[in-house]
């Protein structure tokens, strides 16, 4: 089942060094968090500081839903958080 990622939002999370948004499959929340390596591959040029980062996963924000959801269907379907990491994209 692919998941729906009507919610846009987004966040920097500074402990985990990521950024958070949440997919969803009919009501059930599955979260994502994006490691920082991974936007740098997405886009090599970005300022390395919270607004760079948002401004890579805005730019890239397609793709990085098309990863997490293959990663969603090829994963553990009861898992709720998935971190995309750099060798994903």
């Known amino acids: 089942m692919n998941l729906s990622f009507s919610n846009p939002s987004r966040s920097y999370d500074i402990t985990r ?11 059930r929340e599955v979260e994502f968090f994006v490691e920082v390596e991974a936007l740098k591959k997405l886009s090599p040029t970005l300022e390395s500081a919270e607004p760079g980062y948002l401004q890579s996963f805005d730019a890239s924000r397609e793709r990085i839903y098309a990863v997490a959801n293959k990663a969603y269907v090829k994963g553990r379907k009861g898992s709720t958080v998935y971190v995309l990491k750099a060798g994903d994209f």
């Open 17 to 27: 060094d990521c950024v958070r948004f949440s997919g969803y499959v009919n009501i």
